[in-house]
């Protein structure tokens, strides 16, 4: 699978590479609000639910089937790290929102997580290449603290907005607000903005 370097994708938010008040770090630490939920391949199922025509139920092996591709991106905690150069393979969201049909008055999303961690974000804001429902990391499967055997990538936006172990995401009419976003946390999360709270 040839991988696809989206790392320029900063140069539409800012001048640098590295965010403001961001430091490198070539570790990649975890960072969980409960710790690792225990998933069961034979009953885990994925939904896309809420404001489509179709809404969608796959199984593990379903989701593995779709079309996934490779992208080098970076990663950019709210606490203050960044790791770059992550290879993540993983299903667009844009694919799953096209199986979907998305109404016209869905404007934001939901996402949810076996921890019963929840994520919003604008709609425009989850359509863009680079959002992937990854199960890939680095050529092997995603480590489950890294949110294996699913999570979510967000380059363009601090990685709250990236729902580790996510099982479903719902298309909604209006905002609301995901766990971090409850507690003061930013909606829209621009790291080049220092969108770190709201
Ligand atoms: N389901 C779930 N997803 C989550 C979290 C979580 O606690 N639960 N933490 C978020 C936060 S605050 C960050 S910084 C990243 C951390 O991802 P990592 O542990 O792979 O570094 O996952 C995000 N996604
Ligand atoms: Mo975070």
């Not at 809404?55 to 991106?73: G, H, K, M, V």
Request: charged letters at 30%; glycine letters at 8%.
């Amino acid at each position: 699978m040839t991988t696809n370097d989206v790392t320029d994708i900063y140069e539409e938010f800012g001048a640098e590479r590295l965010p403001p008040g961001q430091h490198r770090t070539d570790d990649f630490p975890v960072l969980s609000k409960s710790g690792r939920p225990d998933w069961d391949p034979d009953t885990w199922d994925f939904t896309v639910t809420g404001a489509v025509e179709d809404p969608l139920t796959f199984s593990w092996p379903e989701f593995r089937d779709l079309r996934a591709e490779t992208q080098r991106q970076d990663f950019h905690c709210v606490t203050g790290w960044s790791k770059f150069d992550c290879e993540f393979t993983g299903v667009p969201f844009a694919e799953l929102a096209e199986r979907a049909g998305v109404h016209d008055d869905a404007c934001h999303v939901m996402f949810v997580a076996l921890d019963d961690y929840t994520t919003d974000l604008p709609l425009e804001a989850c359509m863009r290449d680079e959002v992937l429902f990854a199960w890939g990391y680095d050529g092997e499967d995603l480590p489950p603290d890294h949110g294996g055997p699913l999570r979510v990538v967000t380059p363009h936006k601090y990685a709250y907005k990236g729902a580790k172990w996510v099982c479903g995401v719902e298309f909604l009419t209006e905002p609301e607000r995901g766990f971090w976003e409850r507690r003061g946390y930013s909606v829209s999360a621009n790291p080049w903005a220092e969108e770190r709270y709201s």
